[in-house]
């Protein structure tokens, strides 16, 4: 029985996917022995090792030369995250490349390089997916693209708009977030090598070079400055891991909004066999978005931790950074999760047509009052008409009339106005301004990913 969902058998694939658990697995361990292994390397090409104790180094640098229940013991005798390690790994080694394991390094030298580097990995299948669903969204934009709908304010009616819009909105965000990751990650995708208290004494005149050389290895940047103590790379991942998941919650809450039983425009999918509810046959309820919600609240709650991570004591501080081992792990999961159900949503996502078309005349004409407005507008100044249409307005929802009826009652807007104008100015489908060309910028921005 597990104690979190991320590892429950019953609920693991709807909290994360199978990719990203394994980036979190035993690739932790793993990530450390690859940074020992790039040390060794990047110490022999600056003669501080021997050669042939960096490529034993190298080749035995496994997780499977790992003896974990060595380490678990190791861990309960030594409260040391990493001694034990070292420990179980020196033995698969010759004594002579076991004195050379972590030569110069630091504890934590290792672990952040370390989850760097399953940042890096995790970085990837996110990437993917963001692309996945900015795919999705441009699709069902260009699909939808001159689809009039009730756009609505405060969740009332507001004027009309076009389906494509709105998705291609959702698009574009996605499209924000791959710019992020892009301009951000060599920020926080950075080697960590720099010994006790950061100064790189261990190493001596050669202990730049080795950095340098240790993080070109990994495939990271070499970071201008230790940081031991800066945090912020890792709060600025979570946040932009949060970001996402922001994207992918509001499409969801969209979604569970759209398809409520009185308006029923949008359903996120639907095939016999899936069940909404266990006592009322009829429902047919969001579940796969409502998860999809929960989810990314996970995420954000756990990122939030990135920000008093920030607060370092002195030139190493333990006290917040072995949270990071925790909470990054689990943004990246819950977030891979969320993305992969909304990839099925939006790919399953049923439009009702009819509904959209019923719901943009339900409040009979008063869904274009802005157009009838700025019309009069022309004759009797903006403000004044506001208070003419105001005034037929409030008569039409009162007295539940179409407002082309209040509107051909008051001579205040037929002396100027005609019905013929009155008529043509009230149909929705002509009121939708650049929707359809504002979904083009998205489409043509991103056209690569359709």
């Keep these: 029985m597990s104690a979190n969902v991320i590892d429950s058998e019953l609920f693991k694939n709807q909290y994360g996917t199978e990719k990203m658990r394994h980036v979190f697995s035993e690739q932790q361990i793993q990530k450390w022995l690859d940074a020992w292994s790039a040390l060794a390397q990047a110490e022999s090409q600056t003669g501080v090792i021997p050669a042939d104790a960096a490529q034993e180094i190298k080749e035995k640098a496994v997780y499977q030369n790992i003896n974990m229940d060595e380490v678990r013991e190791g861990f309960t005798k030594t409260s040391h995250p990493l001694m034990p390690q070292i420990a179980s790994f020196t033995k698969s080694l010759s004594k002579e490349a076991g004195g050379y394991v972590h030569w110069g390094a630091t504890t934590q030298d290792i672990t952040d390089t370390g989850l760097v580097l399953q940042l890096k990995d995790a970085q990837a299948i996110i990437v993917d997916q963001v692309k996945d669903l900015l795919t999705d969204c441009l699709k069902k934009a260009q699909q939808y693209q001159n689809l009039v709908m009730a756009g609505r304010t405060h969740a009332q009616h507001a004027v009309p708009i076009t389906l494509g819009y709105k998705i291609a909105i959702w698009a574009n965000e996605f499209g924000n977030h791959l710019e992020r990751i892009e301009k951000a990650q060599h920020r926080y995708l950075v080697g960590e090598l720099a010994g006790a208290a950061g100064t790189l004494a261990s190493l001596g005149e050669n202990g730049l070079e080795i950095q340098d050389k240790y993080c070109k290895i990994l495939g990271l940047e070499t970071p201008t400055i230790t940081w031991h103590v800066s945090r912020d790379g890792f709060a600025e991942f979570s946040s932009i891991m949060s970001m996402i998941a922001g994207t992918v919650a509001k499409i969801a809450t969209e979604i569970i909004n759209l398809q409520r039983t009185e308006i029923e425009e949008v359903e996120e999918g639907f095939s016999m066999g ?177």
């Design 274 to 450: 899936k069940i909404g509810s266990s006592t009322m046959p009829q429902k047919r309820n969001p579940m796969i978005c409502e998860n999809i919600v929960a989810t990314t609240r996970l995420v954000q709650s756990n990122a939030t931790l990135g920000f008093p991570s920030m607060v370092q004591e002195h030139e190493r501080d333990m006290t917040y950074w072995q949270t990071e081992w925790a909470y990054l792990p689990q943004i990246c999961i819950y977030l891979s999760g969320s993305m992969k159900m909304l990839d099925t949503v939006l790919n399953q996502m049923i439009v009702h047509e009819d509904n959209i078309e019923r719901n943009l005349s339900i409040k009979k004409g008063m869904i274009v009052s802005e157009r009838v407005m700025l019309e009069l507008g022309h004759y009797i100044g903006r403000q004044v008409a506001h208070e003419v249409i105001y005034e037929n307005c409030m008569k039409a929802f009162d007295e539940d009339r179409p407002l082309l009826d209040c509107l051909l009652e008051d001579q205040r807007v037929t002396v100027d106005v005609s019905e013929a104008k009155l008529r043509e100015i009230l149909d929705p489908e002509k009121y939708t301004g650049s929707s359809a060309k504002l979904a083009d910028r998205v489409l043509d921005k991103y056209k690569d990913f359709l």
